[in-house]
């Protein structure tokens, strides 16, 4: 099988179900699970990761079924290990938690729990200072690529607005397992607006995202199998996530053609053939979200995985940029060129200084070795809770 899109992306399925069986039957609830069950296997088989919440299950007073889903998603990453791509990159799944989990997880699971845990697949991010959902949503959000919703309350609408913000694909499914006017049924109307769909998720090469919306209008006469196979294809066709160019841009500078050299040949291959990265540069030539080019360069960048910031020729629109990108703390790579002057309160933040000669493999290994060193470092200034 060629390597799939999903390869290496973290997909968080997030979802409740109602206790009311005039809105969400049983049978509907068991087709959900069996769905999701379907679907967690064959995003394990494609190489895709997790973001998977730790915690109670409370039990539907109707019918006994577990009202979340986050156990269900456990057991099948375990029972579905076999089908991991050897290469594929990890950890497998990102649990998170709060102080309260280890004595609030249900007893038929705390083996599988134990096993899970203290294997090198798996990564705790505790939210320990909190007990409550909205901050353990944004940890879930942070190390999350993409949001698939079903069911659900406010909480999944906080959750999506918190992927949203990030410029993350939000993917709600039109289950009957909550009202239409709330969760990802109320998502799912939203998104069947044409002029919101995008707004949503997007589809790579420009495809029709309002085309995708309506084909996972999941009818109860489509199979659970049907189902899992044009969910996989609507997300296998995603937009991949954003990096973001801060470069110089001007072809009548003179250090242009050097910038450029060093996009096409060293930037763009690492990045979007190696990384799974979609490099998104503004220079006027490509169709715009937005009436004006400031609005769409500073939505575009506020909305980007990660952030690549040369500062090459010292352009002030560049240094803005850079600025933005700290200041909102997302993830930057800065480089300028081997003896490019700099202002002094720049040579004190590690980048890449990247040289115009050497093979193109060894200047494609430097970029590479500067990103993993550099990748997870945290914001300039933490956000510190004033009470924990």
Known sequence: MPRSPLFGR??????????????????????????IAMLVNELIRRGANFVVPVDAEPLRKADGLPICFDWLIWKTIKESLALRPGAAPGPLAVAVQHHKTEDQIPQEYESLWDELRASPLIKIESAAQWN???????????FGDILVALGGTEGVLYLANLYHDA??????LNLALCPETTGARRLYGF?????????LFQIAGDGDAHDWINRIRFPQRQSVADRV?????????LERPRAFAVRLLNPDLPDYNDVQTFFDTVVKPVIEDELGYRLIVIDG????????????????????????????????????ELGYALGRGLPTMVMVREGASLPFDITTFSGLQ??????????????????????????????????A
Not at 167 to 172: D, I, L, M, N, R
Not at 229 to 237: K, Q
Not at 362 to 383: C, G, K, S, T, Y
């Open 229 to 237: 196979a044009v969910l996989i294809d609507l997300l296998e066709s």
């Open 354 to 387: 990247w040289k115009t000669s050497g093979t193109v493999e060894d200047r494609r290994r430097a970029f590479r070795e500067h990103w993993q060193a550099i990748r997870n470092r945290p914001p300039l200034v933490p956000a510190e809770a004033l009470i």
């Open 191 to 199: 998104g069947l607006t044409s002029t919101q769909t995008r707004r």
């Open 132 to 142: 409550m959902n909205s901050k353990r949503m944004e940890a879930q959000a942070r």
């Open 285 to 320: 030539r490509q169709t715009y979200d937005h009436a004006r080019i400031d609005q769409e360069i500073f939505a575009k960048l506020h909305r980007s995985s990660v952030v690549l910031a040369d500062i090459t020729g010292a352009r002030p629109n560049c240094f803005l």
């Open 10 to 35: 973290r997909i968080h399925i997030s979802g409740s179900v109602v206790d009311d069986l005039t809105v969400a039957a049983t049978a509907d609830v068991q087709a959900a699970r069996d769905m």
């Open 167 to 172: 410029g993350k694909p939000v993917v709600p």
